[in-house]
């Protein structure tokens, strides 16, 4: 008795192809323009260097980031002078991320966890925050970013990974910050 018509096999074999082959997500390995950090996203990304300040400390911002379906999902870095307090300079830069994102403060108890890695440094300022926000338009988006530090010599490379949307996929956050590696 055959259960599976060569047609029925075929068809099924095709599905299963196109659902591992979402055009909104082919990730990619990236690495960060002068470091050894590197990172996965989800589609083919725009890159651009800034100096910002930061905390009050000019740096040059290197982004690498792109647009997935309706994500937008973005990695950065910042490599900061030696002797710099790592932990102020990243509590700036998560300040003006939530400010930007117009993301009631003080957040909730659920809303930031610890967000540590291999190879990072143990800040208490490495954390991961899910939010609901504001875009400029006044249309509600979620936020989920994390921010870490590495050490490279005597300097620390603060870094920050972000997905923004109406509603985030987990595994989509997920694959995108665990992507990112010393």
């Known amino acids: 008795m055959r259960i599976f018509s ?11 192809t196109l659902s591992a082959c979402s055009p909104d997500q082919n990730w ?3 690495t960060l323009e002068g470091t050894s950090l590197k990172a996965q996203l989800p589609c083919k990304p725009d890159r651009t260097t800034r100096s910002v300040p930061l ?8 982004v690498v980031g792109c647009e997935s379906g309706s994500a937008m999902v973005a990695v950065m870095t910042a490599s900061l002078p030696a002797g710099t ?13 939530l400010d930007n994102a117009r993301v009631s403060q003080p957040l909730a108890a659920g809303q930031q966890q610890a967000w540590l890695r291999p190879g990072q440094l143990p800040l208490a ?4 925050v899910q939010a609901t926000g504001q875009r400029a338009n006044g249309e509600p ?8 530090a590495v050490a490279e010599g005597e300097r620390v ?4 990974a972000v997905v923004y949307d109406r509603n985030i996929a987990a595994e989509l956050a997920n694959t995108l ?6």
């Open 141 to 148: 988006v979620q936020m989920d970013a994390v921010w870490g």
């Open 125 to 128: 300022t490495s954390v991961r």
């Open 28 to 30: 990619r390995d990236i």
């Open 55 to 62: 905390g009050g400390v000019p740096v040059d911002l290197h």
């Open 157 to 160: 490379r603060l870094l920050h």
């Open 85 to 97: 307090d790592a932990s102020a300079v990243m509590a700036a830069w998560q300040k003006a991320t």
């Open 177 to 182: 910050f665990d992507g990112v590696k010393p």
């Open 6 to 16: 060569p047609a029925l096999t075929a068809s099924l074999v095709w599905a299963l």
